[in-house]
């Protein structure tokens, strides 16, 4: 990954308080390279791309309405076509790795869909370099295939603050 940031100048912006289709034709509309990258919760969206694009994005993006669009102190522009070389070299190291059949269904964020076949998966993960992260979208499959609780493992809060914000009827926990 680090190689395909050296290639060209790339970073990330957080677009907050503007509608997701907004921020999807925006960065549609702009000449070069600018993407939507993680689809954190409704009303907060990261884009990834060429510097210049995302800038001008986020001119645009504070125009429109957006309360924040602002550039974040990223090593480049991560979840986005800006990741083709590295994509290439993770396929590599992922085709080479077995995978077993899990015991519960994975939910992907490339996908936002729940999968069990383990060729899936490893195809998910190489596909998944240069493609937006569907958190909201995630989220949202879980509770509709019946999760009622969310733990987040690990030093922080921030999963558990997302889940939060895209459903406040579920449980979260942090561990």
Not at 35 to 57: D, H, M, R
Request: proline share 5%; glycine share 6%.
């Amino acid at each position: 990954m680090q190689k395909a940031c050296e290639i060209k100048p790339s970073t990330m912006a957080a677009v907050l308080n503007l509608d997701d289709k907004i921020v999807e034709d925006i960065c549609a509309s702009i000449d070069g390279v600018v993407v939507a990258a993680n689809y954190n919760c409704p009303g907060q969206l990261v884009i990834s791309g060429e510097y210049k694009a995302v800038e001008l994005a986020c001119e645009k993006m504070k125009e429109v309405g957006a309360k924040r669009a602002l550039i974040l102190p990223v090593g480049g522009a991560f979840h986005s076509p800006m990741m083709e070389p590295a994509r290439e070299e993770l396929a590599t190291a992922i085709e080479a790795t077995t995978f077993a059949t899990p015991i519960c269904p994975v939910y992907q964020n490339v996908t936002a869909n729940a999968v069990s076949d383990a060729q899936e998966i490893k195809k998910n993960l190489i596909i998944q370099l240069t493609a937006p992260v569907k958190w909201t979208q995630s989220v949202n499959q879980m509770i509709a295939d019946g999760a009622t609780s969310f733990t987040e493992v690990g030093p922080g809060k921030v999963l558990v603050g997302l889940v939060n914000k895209i459903n406040k009827e579920v449980a979260t926990h942090s561990a």
